[in-house]
């Protein structure tokens, strides 16, 4: 078990710029989740896979933001144009889902923080 | 609509001293309940859940949690706290069968030598 892990941890860009943040979840892990978190605040739910399935969609994704997990394995995160408003820190958490458990633990990689100039 | 309210953004105490900080949901279903610890610049990790049985929760570190549903509230306690528990906290909710999880705002936890 080696963890959660994303890549890059920090991001520069200006704005206007699309970024891509890559998660790989832990191996067994069938779903997959992404946060956004901004200073001083905890984690804000964005979107949520079961296996490669896209089940769920906070409005707080706008039509900038996509997310894919093809194969049901990594999963990436884009933002297209990216505004200041963007800078945050984008957490991925993973989880093992099984029939009968009343609710699964969440496992988090370190983030990546974005910064828009 | 769910909601989490960690009352005191910043909590300081001394080594060695009682640790509390305050969690207060709202929730329209039976919740499940959650402490997680952040350390700087790392991603959360899980202290203890509440799903269904014992309301008195025990999780790592010495930490433990009671979920008191007439006081809808999950508050978080340690006897003596140690110098590396200083980080911040966060209480969490999610609904019963379900996968979204809200987040508080998060306590700082300060911890006096």
């Known amino acids: 078990d080696t963890g959660v892990s994303q890549n890059p941890r920090h991001k520069i860009t200006k704005r206007g710029q699309n970024v891509t943040f890559r998660c790989d979840p832990i191996?067994?892990?069938?779903?997959l989740y992404w946060y956004r978190q901004t200073l001083g605040q905890g984690p804000e739910f964005l979107t949520y896979?079961?296996?490669?399935?896209?089940?769920?969609k906070s409005r707080l994704l706008s039509d900038r933001f996509s997310a894919e997990r093809p194969k049901g394995s990594f999963s990436t995160l884009e933002i297209q144009r990216t505004e200041q408003g963007d800078s945050a820190m984008y957490l991925c958490?993973?989880?093992?889902?099984?029939?009968?458990?009343?609710?699964?633990?969440?496992?988090f990689g370190p983030g990546t923080r974005l910064t828009v100039l | 609509a769910q909601s989490v309210t960690q009352l005191g953004s910043h909590v300081s105490v001394s080594e060695g001293a009682l640790v509390l900080l305050r969690c207060n949901y709202s929730?329209?279903?039976?919740?499940?309940l959650f402490w997680y610890v952040q350390y700087p610049n790392q991603g959360l990790q899980l202290l203890l859940k509440?799903?269904?049985?014992?309301?008195l929760v025990k999780g790592i570190n010495g930490f433990e949690a009671e979920f008191k549903k007439s006081e809808t509230s999950f508050h978080l306690t340690k006897p003596s706290a140690h110098m590396s528990d200083a980080a911040e906290y966060f209480c969490?909710?999610?609904?019963?069968?379900?996968?979204?999880?809200?987040f508080g705002a998060g306590t700082r936890l300060f911890v006096k030598a």
């Open positions: 958490a993973s989880s093992l889902a099984l029939a009968g458990v009343i609710t699964d633990t969440q496992y």
């Open positions: 191996s067994e892990h069938n779903r």
């Open positions: 896979f079961q296996n490669e399935a896209q089940l769920e």
């Open positions: 929730s329209s279903v039976p919740p499940y």
């Open positions: 509440y799903t269904t049985g014992a309301t």
């Open positions: 969490a909710v999610t609904m019963t069968g379900g996968f979204k999880t809200i």
